[in-house]
Nanobody, 121 residues
Framework: GQLVESGGGLVQPGGSLTLSCATS????????FRWYRQAPGKERERVAS????????TYADSVRGRFSISRDDATNSVFLRMMDLKPDDTAVYLC???????????????WGQGTQVTVSS
C-alpha cells in the first residue's frame, strides 16, 4: 500500500491549508487514519485521527478547534483542514494508516513521505 500527501506550502499566520492523503493498495474502509507532524528538534506529534467509519475523530489539544480531519471513501483519500495557522504549526505533516477493528491487527501499517507546512510572515 501507498500513502501520498500533498497540499503543504508556505502560509501566513492566520491562514488556512488543506492537506490531502491519497491512498492505494489496501482496503481503505478497513483502516484508521492519523495525521502526525514532525518539527525540527521536537518529538513527532499525533494531531488528528479518524476511525474506519468516519464517526470518531480525535485531536491533539494544540490543534483542537482549528484543524479538522475527514475521509472520502469514494476516492480513498483523507484530508486535514487547517485553519488559523500559527508559526508553531510549522512541521512536516505525515499521514498514517493503521488496521481498524474489523481486520486483524497483523495487517501492515502504512506511512506517507510527508508534506512540509511552513507558517511565517
Amino acid at each position: 500500500g501507498q500513502l501520498v500527501e500533498s497540499g503543504g506550502g508556505l502560509v501566513q499566520p492566520g491562514g488556512s491549508l488543506t492537506l490531502s492523503c491519497a491512498t492505494s493498495g489496501f482496503t481503505f474502509t478497513a483502516y484508521v487514519f492519523r495525521w502526525y507532524r514532525q518539527a525540527p528538534g521536537k518529538e513527532r506529534e499525533r494531531v488528528a485521527s479518524i476511525n474506519n467509519n468516519g464517526v470518531t475523530r480525535t485531536y491533539a489539544d494544540s490543534v483542537r478547534g482549528r484543524f479538522s480531519i475527514s475521509r472520502d471513501d469514494a476516492t480513498n483519500s483523507v484530508f486535514l483542514r487547517m485553519m488559523d495557522l500559527k508559526p508553531d504549526d510549522t512541521a512536516v505533516y505525515l499521514c498514517q494508516a493503521v488496521p481498524g477493528p474489523t481486520i486483524p491487527s497483523i495487517n501492515p501499517t502504512y506511512w506517507g513521505q510527508g508534506t512540509q507546512v511552513t507558517v511565517s510572515s
